[in-house]
């Protein structure tokens, strides 16, 4: 049961434009929310979350806007950089019960010249 | 404290031997994460400890695994009579209770069976 779901397995964008990566969950009860990034060889690294009483969270050039209604949450970069280029997962918890960590299976991010 | 630190980073094992790996977490952060990541997934939760007890365990975590954290510090996860599918990135993560729960990911340990 797959309650973190990453459709898009990966996503080429070009150097200076919006990135736009998706996730969809189909727990209700889940109340908080998290993007990793990853680089080969390395464990993920914390990005961004978002709490499930906001609809969005700004961090620099990282936007998260959730969508509760229809259980879906995005990350937005912009601008893109080559630095960007990674894995990215979203994840999601029961933060009010203390529980574990849930990830999707992952975006693989390309950004292009 | 330079954050989670997990041992070895690689291990090659030959199928059936038994094999440990151990997480140190970031000091102050009272829980702890085992995951297992294989090619194309994402981490995929093994278990987890608040202090020293171990809060919850996954259907994928079978009898030949066994996790410990006996002083509410380092942990170890230990696979007994190791199989071909066992093969995969062994992720510890450790975090805050009751601040979010942005978790800290070490770099893994490569496990690789053969």
Redesign the interface.
């Known amino acids: 049961d797959q309650q973190v779901k990453q459709n898009s397995p990966s996503l080429s964008v070009q150097e200076g434009r919006i990135s736009i990566l998706n996730c969809d969950y189909t727990n209700s009860m889940f109340d908080y929310f998290l993007w990793y990034k990853k680089y080969p060889a390395e464990g993920p690294t914390f990005l961004i979350s978002i709490s499930s009483i906001k609809d969005k969270n700004e961090d620099g050039r990282f936007t998260v806007f959730l969508n509760k209604s229809a259980k879906h949450l995005s990350l937005h970069i912009v601008p893109s950089q080559p630095g960007d280029s990674a894995v990215y997962f979203c994840a999601a918890t029961l933060y009010s019960s203390a529980s574990k960590i849930i990830f999707g299976s992952g975006t693989r991010l390309s950004i292009r010249p | 404290d330079t954050g989670?630190s997990q041992n070895p980073r690689h291990k090659i094992t030959k199928r059936g031997q038994n094999v440990t790996f151990r997480c140190d977490p970031i000091s102050e952060h009272n829980?702890l994460?085992w995951?297992r990541q294989t090619l194309?997934?994402?981490?995929?939760?093994l278990t987890?400890f608040?202090n020293e007890a171990q809060l919850?365990k996954s259907r994928l975590l079978s009898d030949r695994f066994s996790a410990e954290r006996p002083k509410g510090s380092f942990s170890t996860l230990e696979i007994q009579r190791t199989e071909q599918g066992d093969s995969a990135m062994y992720?510890c993560?450790s975090s805050e209770?009751g601040l979010?729960?942005?978790?800290?990911?070490?770099?893994?340990t490569r496990l690789t069976v053969v």
């Open positions: 989670v829980r994460y995951y194309g997934q994402g981490p995929e939760f987890y608040q919850e992720l993560a209770q979010g729960t942005e978790a800290f990911f070490g770099q893994g």
